[in-house]
């Protein structure tokens, strides 16, 4: 059931879900989640139920501003302080030491969890009326059946959900890919998965050099996303340069009768048959992370069998994007 993310009553009506230990769908500015009281062990065993999600894969947790991050984190180093007033409400999580007393289901067990402050209005309104009701965070991993492409849209929640699950619409994702996260809990900043925020963003904001998990000794906490194989769609994906991309699709030729094949790409190549859909990539990284999932959704909807994608530049703002699809192909 979809309601509109607007109107004060759908969104009172999703806050009694919650409360009431159900699940909803509610839009962020990164992707769709599916959203679940984080205190409530019971209520977040029905999200990796309804994913199929391993229960040790921890979940990000949603708070309405930075003061509920008191009660799910036990401290808070300064410069994920930093980072907090620079970039929150907004597509950056962060990983604190959790309060042990709270949230274990959502952290997979961990004693670490990961928050975010979405800037989505609809989100935060849900947030705070969740709030009054004594819901403090919002588990909300994206909408859809792991491992698979995250949803931008309310109507591709109620494509892996049914019509059983209440949605909020909040229109399409402003950013489409999710959010950049920061691991706080070894002393430095270490970035876990890339996103909208860049490296030099973070390292701006919080003074000190960002880390790769690779740089440092002791393992990274398990974080959303950041399994080799991940975000893939129903057709096979792989990755080429703009001319091998140009040399197998000389290779298929005009007469071409085989399975169909999907080409997203920035370059503008020869298409000789048309059994082959072509889609062109944005130039601009922020615009083509905004479409990368509803064209790899509307590919599969399609029916395709195979999904050729240009590889994109290696460029700092194209790192999120690349990070999606690698772990797209690897699948």
Not at 72 to 82: G, T
Not at 162 to 172: A, M, Q, T, V
Not at 176 to 189: F, K, L, N, V, Y
Not at 288 to 311: H, K, M, P, S
């Amino acid at each position: 059931m979809i309601l509109d993310g607007r109107d004060p009553a759908s969104v009172a009506a999703a806050a009694q879900a919650l409360r009431a230990g159900e699940l909803v769908g509610l839009p962020t500015e990164t992707v769709y989640g599916l959203g679940a009281d984080a205190a409530s062990d019971t209520a977040v065993a029905k999200v990796f139920a309804a994913k199929g999600r391993p229960s040790d894969h921890p979940l990000i947790v949603h708070v309405a501003d930075a003061s509920g991050v008191e009660h799910f984190a036990r401290e808070v180093p300064a410069f994920a302080q930093k980072l907090m007033l620079a970039f929150w409400p907004g597509p950056l999580t962060l990983i604190l030491p959790r309060r042990p007393e709270v949230g274990a289901a959502a952290a997979g067990g961990q004693g670490s969890i990961g928050l975010r402050c979405p800037a989505h209005p609809v989100a935060h309104a849900l947030l705070l009326a969740a709030r009054e009701l004594g819901v403090h965070g919002v588990a909300a991993p994206s909408a859809n059946q792991f491992g698979r492409v995250s949803p931008t849209t309310a109507a591709h929640v109620r494509g892996e959900f049914g019509e059983g699950l209440l949605i909020l619409d909040g229109g399409p994702c402003d950013v489409g890919i999710e959010s950049t996260i920061i691991d706080c809990t070894r002393g430095a900043p270490v970035l876990l998965r890339p996103g909208r925020i860049t490296r030099e963003q973070v390292q701006a904001a919080c003074g000190l050099r960002l880390l790769d998990k690779e740089d440092v000794a002791s393992p990274a906490p398990r974080a959303s996303g950041t399994l080799e194989a991940h975000y893939a769609p129903n057709a096979k994906l792989r990755l080429m340069d703009d001319r091998a991309l140009q040399t197998a699709l000389d290779v298929l030729g005009k007469d071409f009768d085989g399975a169909t094949i999907a080409v997203y790409a920035r370059s503008l190549l020869r298409v000789p048959s048309a059994k082959v859909l072509y889609r062109r990539m944005p130039d601009d990284a922020g615009a083509a992370a905004q479409q990368l999932f509803a064209v790899l959704r509307d590919f599969d909807a399609q029916g395709v069998n195979l999904i050729w994608v240009e590889t994109p530049p290696g460029a700092p703002d194209w790192e999120g994007v690349n990070d999606r699809l690698q772990r797209a192909a690897a699948s």
